[in-house]
């Protein structure tokens, strides 16, 4: 599409922002009003409810972890997007002040999000309110528990913080996020009745596995959230890239939103958009159709990404026998081959304990670890090893 034709599409083809109220519990829990619920739906834009929360979003909502651009952020919300994602630790803290700034003026026309990786109510608590204050608001729509790959992680410690938020107003709904482990984790938090959000990786790599499981909890009335809903991302290759060829199939990438939208039990999804051209192409998948063209196109993309891609269904877990995270490693990788965000991936890298940091998959005469998906784990290891350490 031509740039001018591009500009015409985001400029005037969607340009009624959406008119949602901010209801949130005050102090003492009781609710005061309903949840938000849009008057009209802006032209060109999908709606769905979020479970139980009543919480009336876009069907593609917006995935700030790697933004820096304020003005994407602004001109979605300009659109009609209402519902925007971030979390305590993006871009080392500073993507919550970016997006606080981004939505100044229009938080009351949107659902925000955040997220804490904290294990425990004191410094979950903590991270609360320096969220509130780095987003300039005074409430979260939904609040998770971040990145938990087991019902153990999902302590009473942490639910008790979450329920503590929401009344003192702070928060009006409780979440968990998860990329991996989601066959034992996910039934553990449908079956919680503390937790109204799901925010769970979610792709057409995923979906045999996943579907079921999502099912059940749209069912018993949870919010479910779908992220890495591109399976890896890969939008940022350009030509010349080792990976171009690999990833950047015609339509690909819009096929796998369209497929994760397809689904009535989730809620919304929260692809990462970095420039106005990304903002087009998701509001495309909002409004168009999972075709045929599309299943063969995701058939032959899966092909591709095998070797690379890691589809976070866990049975790799305690295979290494130097203990390495095989899961997590490949997913910082990703962060940096898939979303071009080096500096994310070597940030996570280098949280892990030294004594794993430290291992290089080159010393093992053989790996122990055999992906049941066709990863080449032992070469995608020592690429992260070799592009972080």
């Not at 069907?59 to 003005?71: A, E, Q, R």
């Not at 968990?176 to 937790?195: C, D, F, K, M, R």
């Not at 269904?313 to 962060?335: H, I, N």
């Amino acid at each position: 599409m031509p740039d001018s034709s591009r500009r015409n599409f985001l400029l005037t083809g969607l340009a009624v922002p959406a008119a949602a109220s901010a209801a949130r519990t005050p102090a003492g829990g009781q609710e005061q009003t309903a949840p938000p619920r849009l008057p009209a739906a802006a032209p060109g834009l999908s709606y769905r409810t979020l479970g139980k929360t009543g919480l009336k979003v876009t069907s593609v909502g917006f995935g700030c972890m790697i933004t820096s651009d304020t003005s994407v952020i602004e001109r979605a919300a300009d659109i009609g997007i209402t519902y925007f994602d971030t979390a305590r630790v993006y871009q080392s803290g500073n993507n919550e002040r970016m997006v606080g700034a981004a939505l100044k003026g229009k938080r009351q026309n949107i659902a925000l999000s955040s997220k804490t990786p904290a294990t425990n109510k004191e410094g979950a608590l903590s991270d609360l309110d320096t969220s509130l204050r780095e987003l300039g608001t005074d409430h979260l729509d939904i609040w998770y528990l971040h990145a938990k790959t087991k019902p153990a992680d999902v302590t009473d410690e942490l639910i008790d913080a979450q329920q503590t938020a929401k009344k003192a107003g702070k928060i009006r709904f409780a979440g968990v996020s998860t990329h991996s482990g989601q066959a034992e984790l996910i039934p553990a938090l449908t079956a919680n009745p503390h937790i109204d959000v799901i925010l769970t990786a979610y792709n057409f790599s995923m979906g045999q596995t996943l579907d079921p499981l999502i099912a059940a909890a749209h069912a018993a009335g949870k919010g479910v959230v779908a992220m890495k809903v591109m399976a890896g991302g890969f939008r940022n290759t350009k030509p010349g890239d080792k990976l171009y060829n690999t990833f950047k199939r015609d339509g690909a990438l819009l096929a796998a939103l369209r497929w994760v939208l397809k689904s009535p039990d989730i809620g919304t999804t929260i692809p990462s958009m970095t420039d106005m051209d990304q903002l087009e192409e998701n509001l495309h998948a909002m409004t168009g159709t999972f075709t045929k063209f599309d299943e063969i196109l995701l058939a032959r993309q899966l092909e591709y990404i095998a070797p690379l891609y890691c589809r976070m269904c866990g049975q790799c877990d305690g295979s290494c026998a130097k203990g390495l995270p095989v899961a997590d490693l490949l997913r910082y990788l990703t962060y940096a081959d898939g979303y071009g965000q080096f500096s994310l991936g070597r940030e996570r890298f280098l949280e892990l304990p030294a004594q794993v940091a430290q291992v290089r998959c080159d010393a093992c005469s053989a790996c122990t670890v055999s992906c049941p998906h066709g990863v080449r784990v032992s070469e995608r290891l020592g690429r992260a090893q070799e592009l972080f350490a």
